[in-house]
C-alpha cells in the first residue's frame, strides 16, 4: 500500500508564499518522478511543476520563476515553494508519484489534495 500525505496549503495573501510538502509512504521500489497538480473549480487538473529522480525539473509556463520543486535529499518527499503567489493560483493542488520497480512501472498514486486560496 502506497500512500501520499500532503500538507502545506492554506489561504495566503497575494505577493505571499507557501511551502507544500508531499511524503510517500509504504512498499516503494523506486520513485521514478514526482510532481504538483492543480485543479480550480470548473477547471481540468494540470501539471504543476515535475521532478525526476534524475533531479530533471519541469514547470507550467504560468509559475516558471515564482514555483521550484525540489526533493531536497529525501527521495520521498517532494516540496513545492510557491512565492509571488497570485489569486489565479488557486486551486486544489495534489501531490503524484510514479513508483518503479527496475525499470517497470508499478503504479501511480495520488494524494488527497490540498487547498491553496490567494486572497485579500
Known amino acids: 500500500q502506497v500512500q501520499l500525505v500532503e500538507s502545506g496549503g492554506g489561504l495566503v495573501q497575494p505577493g505571499g508564499s507557501l511551502r507544500l510538502s508531499c511524503e510517500v509512504s509504504?512498499?516503494?521500489?523506486?520513485?521514478?518522478?514526482m510532481s504538483w497538480h492543480w485543479q480550480a473549480p470548473g477547471k481540468q487538473g494540470e501539471l504543476v511543476a515535475q521532478i525526476t529522480n534524475s533531479g530533471a525539473r519541469k514547470y507550467a509556463d504560468s509559475v516558471k520563476g515564482r514555483f521550484s520543486i525540489s526533493n531536497l535529499n529525501a527521495k520521498n518527499t517532494v516540496y513545492l515553494q510557491m512565492d509571488s503567489l497570485k489569486p489565479e493560483d488557486t486551486a486544489v493542488y495534489y501531490c503524484?508519484?510514479?513508483?518503479?520497480?527496475?525499470?517497470?512501472?508499478?503504479?501511480?498514486?495520488w494524494g488527497q489534495g490540498t487547498q491553496v486560496t490567494v486572497s485579500s
Open positions: 503524484h508519484a510514479r513508483v518503479t520497480d527496475s525499470g517497470m512501472v508499478l503504479g501511480d498514486y
Open positions: 509504504g512498499s516503494i521500489f523506486d520513485i521514478h518522478r
